[in-house]
T-cell receptor
Framework: DAGVIQSPRHEVTEMGQEVTLRCKPI?????LFWYRQTMMRGLELLIY????????DSGMPEDRFSAKMPNASFSTLKIQPSEPRDSAVYFC??????????????FGDGTRLSIL | SQQGEEDPQALSIQEGENATMNCSYK?????LQWYRQNSGRGLVHLIL?????REKHSGRLRVTLDTSKKSSSLLITASRAADTASYFC?????????????FGKGTHLIIQP
């Protein structure tokens, strides 16, 4: 089975540019999560979806961040405009059913984002 | 704020020795999970322990949970060089607060060959 697929794996861009990160969850999983990982703050939950509907976006740091899930097999996380402090590794994860504690989450290998 | 806090932050041992990592958390939970992250990769689920369980085994892994102390430990027996990774505990929140898992900052484990 294919795991969670994220693209691109690395992104380097100039401050102020729009950045779009992509995620394909595992087929059949109905929960999708976006996380950000930094040395200082560890792994932070940004937003999660259930059946393509955003459930909790309280972790999204600012209005510059937005996420969509137009269908069950695709999600995007967009940063516009990007700033140097957005530099981090962004992970997408998916899980089955009630993945909020009693199901394992399956992570992609992340997008390493560097904003210059 | 972090729900789970791992201890120690870093651990270096010789191959063949046992490695023990600890996790403390603040609020009531339904379940606690442990994950491993190899350098440059995503997190991989290792084991889940429910709040009504005290101990669970999976291969060379042993997890304990003490809800009275709000703590868990992960023991890796007979460590191998391939066990070198960061290990994270993750908790849900049964107290009606934010949903989803909250991860600690991890223990970085180095196995010396």
């Amino acid at each position: 089975d294919a795991g969670v697929i994220q693209s691109p794996r690395h992104e380097v861009t100039e401050m102020g540019q729009e950045v779009t990160l992509r995620c394909k969850p595992i087929s059949g999983h109905d929960y999708l999560f976006w996380y950000r990982q930094t040395m200082m703050r560890g792994l932070e939950l940004l937003i999660y979806f259930n059946n393509n509907v955003p459930i909790d976006d309280s972790g999204m740091p600012e209005d510059r961040f937005s996420a969509k899930m137009p269908n069950a097999s695709f999600s995007t996380l967009k940063i516009q405009p990007s700033e140097p402090r957005d530099s981090a590794v962004y992970f997408c994860a998916s899980s089955l059913t009630r993945g909020l504690g009693d199901q394992p989450q399956h992570f992609g290998d992340g997008t390493r984002l560097s904003i210059l | 704020s972090q729900q789970g806090e791992e201890d120690p932050q870093a651990l270096s041992i010789q191959e063949g020795e046992n490695a023990t990592m600890n996790c403390s958390y603040k609020t009531s939970i339904n379940n606690l999970q442990w994950y491993r992250q190899n350098s440059g990769r995503g997190l991989v689920h290792l084991i889940l322990i429910r709040s009504n369980e005290r101990e669970k085994h999976s291969g060379r892994l042993r997890v304990t949970l003490d809800t009275s102390k709000k703590s868990s430990s992960l023991l890796i027996t007979a460590s191998r060089a391939a066990d070198t990774a960061s290990y994270f505990c993750a908790t849900d929140n049964s107290g009606g607060g934010a949903d989803g898992l909250t991860f600690g900052k991890g223990t970085h484990l180095i196995i010396q060959p």
